[in-house]
C-alpha cells in the first residue's frame, strides 16, 4: 500500500503501475488517497487485469449495490480483507483499459465529491457515474484530423484565458453547440481562426454568418499561427488540464470538448501533436474587413441556386490592421463576464 496527499487520481494510479511487483487474481494494489469516510480509507487500485478501482469504505451492514447498465464502469460492493481484516467496500471499476482517461476525470470528481462531503459515500459515486454514463457509454467517433485539432486547440487556448479571469467564463464558448460564432456573450463575440502555415495569413470562411455580427454586438477575430511540434509547446490535454485547474466545471468541458469532436479515450493519439502559438493578430471585424454576409449579395440575396458559400480571406491584403496587443486580454476579460471590459474596443 502506498499512500499521500490527496495526490490527482491519475498519480496514484501511475505509482500503482510503475510498482514492480504485480497482483495475483483476486489481488488489489491499493494507493491510500488520505481521504477519509467514517468508515476508513478511500483507495485507488489496480487488479490482477490492470483495470482501475476506486474502493470506498462503508459499514458492514451496508445493502449490496449491482450496477452494471454502463458496459465501461460498473458500481458495486465487495469484501476486502488485509491484514487487519475484512471490510466492505463500494467499488467503482472501470472494465476497458481505452476508458482509462475518462475514468480519471470521473474517480477525481469522486474524490472530490468525498472530500467535501464524506457522509453519503454512495451517492457520490452513484451521483457521478450518473453525470458520466452518457459520455462513457458513447460510440467512438473518428479522430479529428489535423486542421480540426489545431482549430480546437485554438479554441481552447482562448477558454483557458477566459477561465484564469472567471471559470464562468466557460458558458461563452458556444461554438461546440452550433452557434454562430465561437464565442459569445451579450454585446461581443469572438471567433477563432487557426493555421499552421509559415508563409501565409489565409483563413476559410464557412457560410455568411460566420464573419456577419449578431445585432448590435461587436464582433472580433483572433487569428492565430502554431508551429506543430516545436522546441516546447502543449497537447490539448494540457489545455484540458490547465482549464480545470481554474475552476471549470469537469462535466461541462468535456460534453463542450466531446460536442467538438475530441474525444478524450483517444488522447494517446493525440499526445503526439504539441503546439506553439507562435504568432496571434486580433481584427475588430467591421467597416473595410474583408468578408462576405448575406448583405453583400444587396436585397435579393444569394443568386437562385446558389447555397453553401465558402470563401478564404486574406489578412495581409486587407485593408483593415490589427488592434493593439492588450486588446486581446480585453476581450476576454469581456467574455468572462468582467463588468468594466465590455466595450474592448475602447480600450485599445
Known amino acids: 500500500m502506498t499512500s499521500?496527499?490527496?495526490?490527482?487520481?491519475?498519480?496514484?494510479w501511475s505509482l500503482l503501475q510503475s510498482a514492480s511487483t504485480e497482483?495475483?487474481?483476486g489481488?488489489?494494489?491499493?494507493?491510500?488517497?488520505?481521504?477519509?469516510t467514517a468508515d476508513g480509507a478511500v483507495l485507488l487500485a489496480l487488479d490482477a487485469a490492470g483495470l482501475r478501482h476506486v474502493l470506498v469504505p462503508v459499514a458492514d451492514e451496508f445493502r449490496a449495490v449491482h450496477d452494471r447498465r454502463s458496459g465501461g464502469v460498473h458500481l458495486t460492493t465487495r469484501p476486502l480483507i488485509d491484514a487487519a481484516g475484512e471490510h466492505q467496500f463500494i467499488?467503482?471499476?472501470?472494465?476497458?483499459?481505452?476508458?482509462?482517461?475518462?475514468?480519471?476525470?470521473?474517480?477525481?470528481?469522486?474524490?472530490?465529491?468525498?472530500?467535501?462531503?464524506?457522509?453519503?459515500?454512495?451517492?457520490?459515486?452513484?451521483?457521478?457515474?450518473?453525470?458520466?454514463?452518457?459520455?462513457?457509454?458513447?460510440?467512438t467517433p473518428n479522430?479529428?484530423?489535423?486542421?480540426?485539432?489545431?482549430?480546437?486547440?485554438?479554441?481552447?487556448?482562448?477558454?483557458?484565458?477566459?477561465?484564469?479571469?472567471?471559470s464562468q467564463g466557460i458558458a461563452s464558448w458556444q461554438g461546440p453547440r452550433g452557434a454562430r460564432h465561437d464565442f459569445t456573450v451579450e454585446g461581443l463575440a469572438l471567433e477563432v481562426k487557426t493555421t499552421i502555415r509559415r508563409d501565409e495569413w489565409k483563413f476559410r470562411v464557412h457560410g455568411l454568418r460566420q464573419l456577419d455580427k449578431s445585432g448590435d454586438a461587436a464582433l472580433y477575430l483572433c487569428a492565430?499561427?502554431?508551429?506543430?511540434?516545436?522546441?516546447?509547446?502543449?497537447?490539448?490535454?494540457?489545455?484540458?488540464?490547465?482549464?480545470?485547474?481554474?475552476?471549470?466545471d469537469r462535466r461541462d468541458l468535456l460534453d463542450r470538448i466531446s460536442l467538438a469532436g475530441?474525444?478524450?479515450?483517444?488522447?494517446?493519439?493525440?499526445e503526439q501533436f504539441r503546439f506553439d502559438v507562435s504568432d496571434t493578430r486580433t481584427y475588430e471585424v467591421?467597416?473595410?474587413?474583408?468578408?462576405?454576409?448575406?448583405?453583400?449579395?444587396?436585397?435579393?440575396?444569394?443568386?437562385?441556386?446558389?447555397?453553401?458559400?465558402?470563401?478564404?480571406?486574406?489578412?495581409l491584403a486587407s485593408p483593415t490592421s490589427p488592434l493593439q496587443a492588450g486588446a486581446l486580454s480585453h476581450v476576454h476579460a469581456a467574455l468572462a463576464g468582467v463588468c468594466n471590459a465590455d466595450a474592448p474596443g475602447s480600450a485599445i
Not at 489481488?27 to 477519509?36: A, G, I, K, M, N
Not at 506543430?228 to 481554474?246: E, K, M
Not at 475530441?262 to 493525440?270: K, V
Open 4 to 12: 499521500g496527499e490527496k495526490w490527482a487520481a491519475e498519480d496514484g
Open 23 to 25: 497482483p495475483t487474481h
Open 27 to 36: 489481488e488489489f494494489r491499493v494507493y491510500d488517497t488520505s481521504l477519509r
Open 91 to 139: 467499488d467503482l471499476a472501470c472494465q476497458k483499459q481505452h476508458l482509462n482517461g475518462v475514468f480519471v476525470h470521473l474517480a477525481d470528481e469522486v474524490l472530490r465529491s468525498l472530500d467535501e462531503n464524506s457522509n453519503k459515500p454512495f451517492q457520490a459515486c452513484r451521483e457521478t457515474l450518473q453525470r458520466w454514463r452518457e459520455l462513457l457509454d458513447r460510440e
Open 143 to 166: 479522430v479529428l484530423s489535423m486542421e480540426e485539432l489545431c482549430g480546437l486547440f485554438g479554441e481552447l487556448w482562448h477558454l483557458a484565458q477566459i477561465s484564469e479571469v472567471n
Open 224 to 248: 492565430m499561427r502554431l508551429e506543430v511540434n516545436g522546441a516546447s509547446g502543449q497537447t490539448v490535454r494540457d489545455l484540458i488540464q490547465r482549464i480545470l485547474q481554474a475552476g471549470v
Open 262 to 270: 475530441y474525444d478524450i479515450r483517444e488522447d494517446s493519439h493525440y
Open 286 to 315: 467591421a467597416g473595410a474587413f474583408p468578408r462576405l454576409v448575406e448583405s453583400s449579395f444587396g436585397p435579393e440575396g444569394l443568386p437562385s441556386g446558389v447555397s453553401d458559400v465558402q470563401y478564404t480571406i486574406d489578412l
